[in-house]
Structures are given as C-alpha cells and as structure tokens.
C-alpha cells in the first residue's frame, strides 16, 4: 500500500522517531511499535492482508469516525486512517493515516 500523512507530526514520528511539536510526544515503545505498525501497512499489498494478523485488531469504526478504519499500536493506542482503492490497470490503495491516538480518551 501507499501510505501518506495527513499530519506533520505523523511522518516525523515515522522518519525521526520524534516530534517537533510539543503536543505530540510519546513514550520511545510507543514511537517505536507505531514505525512496526506502519511498515506492516505499507508491506500489505491491500487492505484485506491485515485482516488475519489479529494483533493489529484492525477495525472499521463507526459513528462520528464512520469511514476510517484503525489498527492498535499497543493496548493503549492506535492508529487511525483512510483507505481508498482506484482500480486502474493496478489495484492501489492509499492508506492516509490521520492520528495516533489514545485509545481511551
């Protein structure tokens, strides 16, 4: 898949492991489990390869979040993103991811 960042924040984490805003710092685990996460997105060739990998405990939410899908990072966050499919002579499916977020609040 293609991933693409709807934040700053998001690829920083992804590319530097940090974030140079001060509203978007988290545990080194944290940083560190949220770069495994994301590379299982981009090695996924499409959306329904992480279907079966059940410690990602992939989700299509529903409500206010209707149309975005999540991943778990680790018990406590999870990633939230987008998904859209264009059927050319490939199939591509873009992955925006748009937050790390704690799961809880």
Same mark, same amino acid.
């Given at each position: 898949?293609?991933?693409?960042? =709807?934040?700053?924040?998001?690829?920083? &984490?992804?590319? *530097?492991?940090?974030?140079?805003?001060?509203?978007?710092?988290?545990?080194?685990?944290? %940083?560190?489990? !949220?770069? =495994?996460?994301?590379? *299982?997105?981009?090695?996924?060739?499409? %959306?329904?390869?992480?279907?079966? %990998?059940?410690?990602?405990?992939?989700k299509v939410l529903q409500g206010d979040k209707q149309g975005i899908s999540s991943i778990r990072v680790?018990?406590? !966050?999870?990633?939230?993103?987008?998904? #859209?499919?264009? =059927?050319?002579? %490939?199939? &591509?499916?873009?992955?925006?991811?748009? #937050? &790390?977020?704690?799961? !809880?609040?």
């Amino acid at each position: 898949m293609i991933v693409s960042f =709807e934040q700053p924040y998001l690829r920083d &984490l992804y590319e *530097t492991g940090k974030s140079y805003d001060k509203k978007h710092r988290f545990q080194p685990p944290v %940083i560190e489990k !949220y770069k =495994e996460r994301i590379d *299982t997105l981009k090695k996924a060739h499409r %959306i329904e390869d992480l279907f079966p %990998i059940t410690s990602l405990n992939y989700k299509v939410l529903q409500g206010d979040k209707q149309g975005i899908s999540s991943i778990r990072v680790n018990q406590k !966050y999870r990633i939230e993103f987008t998904v #859209e499919r264009s =059927e050319n002579d %490939i199939l &591509l499916t873009v992955c925006n991811i748009q #937050e &790390l977020s704690n799961h !809880y609040k």
